[in-house]
């Protein structure tokens, strides 16, 4: 009930292409869904995230995809570039005293 | 702000030595997360506090894992005894909210244990 499940586990795309990674989730009150990007070495960052009551999201160049009855969301990053390259976190939580529990990640390299 | 801050940054240390890691939140959030990152098994929980308060401690691996939060600006993790098998990257995350929001991380901590 907890679990996000993410995939693909590694993407490559080439510059100015169109990423795509999807993630998928049972638990029906979550109500929050953010993305995390992390580069080596660093901590995860919010990149983007969306809430329920829509079902997308922009934010320039990055694009969140929400479809409830499938319990399904993904990010979209439009005209990629080479600095995207870094591993991508979907996650969830419920409002209320819960964590974010993470999918596995992908790891996204964006080739000149 | 400065954000979340974690030390050290690196730890390399010995089977069978204590090892504690700590997190400064960033100022005036309530909540307070340790993850642990591995390539197998990605980030994982391992405890929370809401308001200094241990809230859910069902991921801490074994006993040999202790985290303590005595202030709103201080969090430790021990693991005493220390094995391989802890090695990863240990992140500490802050929140403003109890839960259902955006958490906020640190650098992380790299232990490796020998």
């Known amino acids: 009930q907890q679990q996000v499940k993410q995939s693909p586990q590694s993407l490559i795309v080439q510059k100015g292409g169109i990423s795509i990674i999807n993630c998928a989730y049972e638990?029906?009150?979550?109500?929050?869904f953010p993305w995390y990007q992390q580069f080596p070495g660093k901590g995860p960052a919010l990149l983007i995230a969306i809430r329920p009551d829509v079902s997308e999201k922009k934010e320039g160049r990055f694009t969140i995809s929400f479809n409830k009855s499938a319990k399904q969301f993904s990010l979209h990053i439009m005209d990629s570039q080479p600095g995207d390259s870094a591993t991508y976190f979907c996650a969830a939580t419920y409002s209320g005293n819960t964590p974010l529990v993470f999918g596995k990640g992908t790891r996204l390299s964006v080739i000149a | 702000d400065a954000g979340v801050i974690q030390s050290p940054r690196h730890e390399v240390t010995e089977m069978g030595q204590e090892v504690t890691l700590r997190c400064k939140p960033i100022s005036g959030h309530n909540s307070l997360f340790w993850y642990r990152q591995t390539m197998m098994r990605g980030l994982e929980l391992l405890i929370y506090?809401?308001?200094?308060?241990?809230?859910?401690d069902s991921g801490m691996p074994e006993d040999r894992f202790s985290a303590k939060m005595p202030n709103a600006s201080f969090s430790t993790l021990k693991i005493q005894p220390s094995e391989p098998r802890d090695s990863a990257v240990y992140f500490c995350?802050?929140?403003?909210?109890?839960?259902?929001?955006?958490?906020?991380f640190g650098q992380g901590t790299r232990l490796t244990v020998v």
């Open positions: 638990n029906t009150a979550f109500d929050y």
């Open positions: 506090f809401n308001n200094n308060v241990p809230i859910d």
């Open positions: 995350a802050s929140s403003p909210w109890t839960g259902g929001g955006e958490a906020f």
